[in-house]
C-alpha cells in the first residue's frame, strides 16, 4: 500500500526551530516529487514547495521561499519541512503530498497531516 | 501569484448536480491542461478527485467530471449524495515546477 506517514503534533514557541517529517512506504520514493501544503485554521490550502528525492532537486513557492527548507533523505524515504525561527503565523496543518503526473502537477497520495502550534 | 478563484459556496439537493467554478490566468488554469480538484472533508486531509482537467483516478465516481475552457476550470457533481459535502479546492499547474490552489469552496448538500 502506497503511504505517506507524517509526524506528530508539535507545539512550539516563537523563535524556536523545528523539523517535521513525512515518510513514504509502498513506492519508489526517489522517483516521485514530493511536497507539503500549508492549511491555517479554517482556511484554504496552500501549495509550499517540493522535492525531488532522486536528486534533491527543490522548488518553492515565492511567499514561502526563504521562509521554509523543504529537504529529503532518500535512504529512510522520509521527506522533511523545516522553520530556522518559528513565528506564531506559521500555526497550521501540514500536509506533505506525492506529486504525480507531467511535472508532478497533481498531489494523487496525502499523509494524514501535522499539526504545528506556535504560541508564546 | 495569486490563488485562483473559487465560488466561496455552492448548494444543491440530492440527485441534482452541481457545478464548481475555478478561474485563473494564461499563467495558470489558460496556459496548461493541469487542472486538478480536491475534496476535503472536515479534519481530514485532501483527497484527488480529478486530474490532468477531466481525468479521474480509479475509485473516484463518475459522478464526478471536471472541463475547462480558457482561463477556467470547473468540477461537476451529478447525483449528488449526501456523502458529497465537503469542501472543494482546485490547483493548477503555474508553470517553473510551482502550482497554485484556489480559495475553495464549501458544497452544501441540502
Known amino acids: 500500500e502506497v503511504q505517506l506517514v507524517q509526524s506528530g503534533a508539535e507545539v512550539k514557541k516563537p523563535g524556536e526551530s523545528l523539523k517535521i517529517s513525512c515518510e513514504g512506504s509502498g513506492y519508489d520514493f526517489t522517483s516521485y516529487w514530493i511536497g507539503w501544503v500549508r492549511q491555517m485554521p479554517g482556511k484554504g490550502l496552500e501549495w509550499m514547495g517540493i522535492?525531488?528525492?532522486?536528486?534533491?532537486?527543490?522548488k518553492y513557492y515565492p511567499s514561502f521561499q526563504g521562509q521554509v527548507t523543504i529537504s529529503a533523505d532518500k535512504s529512510i524515504t522520509t521527506a522533511y519541512l523545516q522553520w530556522s525561527s518559528l513565528k506564531a503565523s506559521d500555526t497550521a496543518m501540514y500536509f506533505c503530498?506525492?506529486?504525480?503526473?507531467?511535472?508532478?502537477?497533481?498531489?494523487?497520495?496525502w499523509g494524514k497531516g501535522t499539526t504545528v502550534t506556535v504560541s508564546s | 501569484q495569486s490563488a485562483l478563484t473559487q465560488p466561496r459556496s455552492v448548494s444543491g439537493s440530492p440527485g441534482q448536480s452541481v457545478t464548481i467554478s475555478c478561474t485563473g490566468t494564461?499563467?495558470?488554469?489558460?496556459?496548461?491542461?493541469?487542472v486538478s480538484w480536491y475534496q476535503q472533508h472536515p479534519g481530514k486531509a485532501p483527497k484527488l478527485m480529478i486530474y490532468d482537467v477531466s481525468k479521474r483516478p480509479s475509485g473516484v465516481p463518475d459522478r464526478f467530471s471536471g472541463s475547462k475552457s480558457g482561463n477556467t476550470a470547473s468540477l461537476t457533481i451529478s447525483g449528488l449524495q449526501a456523502e458529497d459535502e465537503a469542501d472543494y479546492y482546485c490547483c493548477s499547474y503555474a508553470g517553473s515546477y510551482t502550482r497554485v490552489f484556489g480559495g475553495g469552496t464549501k458544497l452544501t448538500v441540502l
Open positions: 522535492i525531488y528525492p532522486g536528486d534533491s532537486d527543490t
Open positions: 494564461s499563467s495558470d488554469v489558460g496556459g496548461y491542461n493541469y
Open positions: 503530498a506525492r506529486h504525480s503526473g507531467n511535472y508532478g502537477n497533481y498531489m494523487d497520495v
